[in-house]
């Protein structure tokens, strides 16, 4: 489990994120669901806690995808195929739905769902960062 030091950390980076990716994370028990699948892999107390810490890392956007399982296998002590299986059961149960959630949080929040021309090129200007782009569309 993850200590209480280490959720202070996750929390506090937390708030970096776009309120809608907050609101995905938060409305999903990633933690509790984590900690089964590592037991499911009969890892131990430290390495379930490595294995939150590195799927904490991952939901910050701190690891890509690529990285995810390496890192499972490194930071976690598995082998290459456990990394593997640890990390596509992950994905399945924790980051997809994690994902869909904020793409649904996303729709709901948009006030106008046919942008125009103007509203993708100043997406693309902002750099991809949505909330610059949604800051733009509320202004018009």
Known sequence: MITEKSKNLIGEEML???KEMRDAIN??????MSEEIGRK???NENEIETLQL???????????E???AGNI?????????????????IFQKIFTPINNTFE?????NMPNRNPNAEQNLNFILSGGDYSVFM???NKS
Do not use: H
């Open 16 to 18: 970096s994120l776009p």
């Open 73 to 89: 296998e490194d930071e976690v002590g598995t082998s290459k195929d456990e990394a593997k299986k640890i990390s596509e059961e």
């Open 27 to 32: 409305s999903f028990y990633w933690e509790k």
């Open 104 to 108: 649904e949080n996303i729709k709901k």
């Open 41 to 43: 892999y009969l890892l």
């Open 66 to 68: 690529d990285a995810y």
């Open 54 to 64: 590195e799927t904490a890392s991952f939901l910050l956007g701190l690891v890509d």
């Open 135 to 137: 800051e733009e569309r």
